[in-house]
């Protein structure tokens, strides 16, 4: 079995001329769940797109270590080629572009032979429940949103990076997607060969039901504020990021920060 360790060492980074992370820490070895947990506007999107290397994000100090290689001064592809997989919040549309197409490139760009590829992408297209039909369409064009999530779930499965980030895999996506998604991800966990180490951002425990988390991590404003086992998945739901941060840190950044205790109450006022 391979193992291998992604650590987020220090990490802080901004977008948009603000500091958004203010020093992030964490660990994830192969096959294990980490749960990245935070309201909007906690900095969740931009740690992954901050540790995959997406352009226009300022890393300002910190590491993210691959097998003990700094990745940070790699562009995206090349620290996809090491392993690291990013299924973002909202997939892109790439209008005139075939998965199998993509998926060849993506073999071929990582040595992998591409014989037998139709096969297997044609049988995990079925074990994900992706109308194997839609497989003749352009890369999530026109799809719904819970196509749109089977399909990035299936090129994750055939593409075997040694980490994936999933941001809001459960985002748009109806209860069926979501327990077929999350289902072949904590599969592809326990995968004898090499077990995939996740980093699964989430609002919701429903995710967790069937990708079961290791640890959880709350994040609020750009920090890790609370960490422990599933436990602390349930506590959240029971008593929402209150428990964790005050108002003041939990209000959106554009709300009036006097009225950040009130903002809640005035919402339908605006
Ligand atoms: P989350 O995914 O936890 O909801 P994000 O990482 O998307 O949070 O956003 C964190 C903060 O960074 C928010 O205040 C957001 O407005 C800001 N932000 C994100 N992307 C940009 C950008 N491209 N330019 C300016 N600000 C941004
Ligand atoms: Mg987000």
């Known amino acids: 079995m391979k193992q291998h360790t992604l650590e987020i060492k220090g990490l802080v980074a901004a ?31 931009t740690l992954s797109s901050v540790v995959m290397g997406r352009p226009g994000y300022e890393v300002l100090g910190g590491q993210v270590l691959l097998d003990g290689e700094d990745v940070l001064a790699l562009p995206a592809w090349r620290r996809a080629q090491a392993g690291l997989h990013l299924v973002m919040q909202y997939p892109s549309e790439v209008p005139g572009v075939m998965l199998a197409d993509v998926m060849g490139e993506a073999f071929a760009a990582r040595g992998r032979s591409t014989d037998g590829l139709a096969g297997v992408l044609r049988s995990e297209t079925e074990g994900i429940g992706f109308n194997t039909a839609l497989l003749d369409r352009a890369l999530n064009v026109d799809l719904s949103g819970g196509e749109k999530k089977r399909n990035e779930t299936l090129q994750l499965a055939m593409l075997r990076p040694k980490f994936a980030i999933l941001d809001e895999l459960d985002s748009g996506l109806d209860i069926d997607a979501l327990r077929d998604c999350s289902r ?12 995939l180490g996740v980093i699964a951002i989430t609002h919701y425990n429903r995710l967790l039901e069937e990708l079961r988390a290791d640890h959880i991590h709350i994040l609020v404003k750009g920090r890790i504020v609370a960490e422990g086992g599933p436990e602390l998945a349930d506590q959240l739901e029971r008593d929402g990021y209150e428990a ?27």
């Open 15 to 45: 977008v948009g001329g603000k500091q958004i992370l203010n020093g992030i820490d964490l660990t994830v070895r192969s096959g294990e769940v980490h749960a990245i947990m935070g309201p909007n506007g906690a900095g969740k999107t």
């Open 184 to 195: 072949r991800v904590e599969a592809l966990t326990n995968d004898p060969d090499q077990p």
């Open 244 to 270: 964790f941060a005050s108002p003041a840190e939990l209000a959106a950044d554009d709300a009036p920060a006097a009225d950040a205790a009130g903002a809640y109450d005035d919402l339908f006022a605006l």
